[in-house]
């Protein structure tokens, strides 16, 4: 899961960012409207975090603009204000949630979770399975039957993104812009390494690998 944040106050950034990255999550952080803007249309995010007073545009700008372009992407408003105004004219130009400054974290990533199972194709349940492999997305634990499979942060989030589209075949822009940041290199092979790592840990079958390599389109991970 990607998320984009769009927050001038580098400390409030920097304090989300980490958090949200903590829980898992891909995180890009773009520091004025104008930038921010220029993220969300040329990448691809699952929810965006957007702050209200914002240099170079407003998010009010931002939120309606992207409307404007026909994304569906979710948005999360933060505002420092509290006028009942300001929220409607949020909700108005397209967000599709807000929260007053200060928050805690905790109502932050309740909130995300609440606009990402919103989301279309997004499975609502804690746990994700296909075949014998399940995958506890709040403890962060995947199983074989009885066994716990230890996976770093990108591997799990690899294998999240695979078992939401179990059955379906990914391509390797649709892994990146989902389990990758900005910094990430397209031409490197770094997702075939972690394919291979991800491999490596769960075919318990060394014959047939549970994720299929769909030649010169992608991956797909398969339910057995
Ligand atoms: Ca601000």
């Not at 939120?63 to 204000?81: M, N």
């Not at 746990?127 to 492999?133: E, H, P, R």
């Not at 230890?150 to 989030?157: A, G, M, R």
């Amino acid at each position: 899961m990607r998320i984009l944040i769009i927050e001038d106050e580098k400390k409030m950034a920097s304090f989300i960012e980490r958090g949200l990255k903590e829980e898992g999550y891909v995180v890009d952080t773009a520091y004025d409207g104008e930038t921010g803007w220029e993220y969300a249309t040329t990448n691809t995010y699952d929810v965006i975090i957007l702050d209200w007073m914002l240099p170079k545009m407003s998010g009010l700008a931002v939120c309606s603009k992207l409307r404007q372009a026909g994304l569906t992407v979710p948005i999360l408003i933060l505002t420092a204000r509290d006028g009942v105004d300001d929220k409607i004219q949020g909700l108005d130009q397209g967000a599709d949630d807000y929260l007053t400054k200060p928050f805690s974290f905790n109502e932050l990533l309740a909130r995300i979770r609440a606009l990402l199972r919103r989301s279309p194709g997004f499975a609502e349940e804690r746990v994700l399975k296909a075949g014998d492999l399940r995958l506890d997305l709040i403890s962060r634990q995947a199983h074989i039957g009885s066994q716990i499979i230890t996976l770093s942060q990108k591997e799990f989030s690899l294998l999240e993104y695979l078992m939401r589209h179990t059955g379906e075949v990914v391509s390797r822009s649709q892994i990146a812009e989902h389990v990758w940041d900005l910094h990430f290199d397209p031409m490197t092979n770094t997702i075939d390494v972690f394919i291979n790592f991800l491999r490596k840990k769960i075919d318990t079958d060394r014959r047939t690998s549970r994720i299929e390599t769909v030649r010169g389109v992608g991956y797909r991970l398969l339910e057995k």
